[in-house]
């Protein structure tokens, strides 16, 4: 007999820790912050946190194991950020979304595809791309503008990500008056700030030092964040053998108790707030003591890292798609597809660094386009094998019978789109057929996928009464920087 529609296990999933292993790890994390505790420079966050029973000692924060347990209580499981275009981003554990990541020093030039520093117009080029890959589910800058005022190089990014995409966006901000731009730009994008508020088209990218530490910028921008119901991502290290002990496990409790007592502030801030918490404690190099994004070390914390995030119930940002190679090799099609499979089979939230090279200090759209390839791949597999009846298909094989094909099958045929997975830039010709094409590797094909997408694809376009909007808030952006910058020299 033939039970219909049964899917369980039907998608493939992974374990590093056991439930035993979570619990255990999640009580020495309420152990440190409680018996060690964590150094907040935000004043406003040591406030929150000592009304909510927290003791403090100056900057050092410790905190009863109460505050975080209602703060985990207290963080929605899921929420939604929605974008310009018409496919809103669920962000929950087992839903996979994938992105690029932001702030690299360099950018390989799409044009001369030499290394050189970001600057303004990069963002743009990675929105569009971003905008036209169809596995690339959300869109971060993927690089540090350096040729505009630093303290506004988050305000550029933002601007041109928003006016060249209609996905979800999750952007940085180096303070908090660099919020209120991006919220106002957003908010004449959305039509108003409380259709921003309903309907979030972009969420903020907090971080925070290692070991045990909160800045006052990040803490302040989440809290006005979360005040302002722009979901919030909270994101950190360590470095294993500097920032941690070389074990694991000591990694993952720092990396879990910097991570929650950042999401207690969130919490206390405003109840309820939807945020995200995130972190790859990747390992020192051994040889050169820089952290190594491409390590199987990395992908295993991270991983571990979303099922510690999955057992409190809370959504994750996780990292794929970045290799410590310098160009599109097989190093980084190696290291990319490691991550981006052991990402999805971990069941991370929201996964970014999709397109970095050298250690996140390169971005590069030939990356991006890469691993959106990969990312297609692993989409495939993550979706299993449905078995039921119609899958099944026994009423058809018995018409075809033995030794027959079921080429000329419509019902057959009819699944094929959505059974097989069809590469854009990987090749699976014959060689005669490779030859006649122009003989070309993996990365003179990914490099002719660009060029195509920069030449032809148009994201939705802003109304010119938003485009005026923008271009009006960061000139007030920058009008605010000056008068900032005679204040501070003045003060001097």
Known sequence: MITANYAAGGA????ILSDEQCRELTLASLECLERIGVEV????????????????????VRIPAHVIRDAIASTPPAFTVWGRGEQPMRVTNDRVHYGPGLTSTY????????????RRGDPALTARVADALTNIDYVMGLGLIGDVDAELASVYEFAEMLANTGKPI???AHRASNLVAMARMAAAVAGSEEALRQRPIFALFATYPSPLRHTDEDLGNAIWAARHGVPVVYL????VGIESPFSSASALVLHQAAALSGLAVIQLARRGAPAAIGGLPSPMDLRTARPSYGSPESVLHSAACAELARYLGVPFMGTAGASESKLIDA?????????????ALSGASLVHDAGFLDCADIGSLSMLILTDEIIGMVKRLMRGIEVNRGTIMLD?????????????EPESAALSRREVWMPTVLDRNQHALWEQAGAKDTAQRVNEKLRK??????PPALTATQSAAIESILADAHAHAVVEAYATAAQA
């Open 236 to 239: 950190g290290g360590p470095t």
């Open 453 to 458: 997408i920069l030449a032809k694809h148009q």
């Open 396 to 408: 058809l094989i018995e018409k075809v019978g033995p030794g027959r094909h079921f080429l000329d």
């Open 331 to 343: 190093q980084a099609g190696l290291e990319s597809m490691m991550q981006t499979l052991m990402a």
């Open 107 to 118: 950018f390989i030039d799409p044009e001369t595809g030499e290394r050189r520093p970001s």
């Open 12 to 15: 493939p999933r992974l374990r």
């Open 41 to 60: 420079g935000n004043a406003e966050a040591r406030e929150l946190l000592a009304a909510a029973g927290a003791t403090l000692d100056g900057t050092r």
């Open 170 to 172: 999750i952007a940085w």
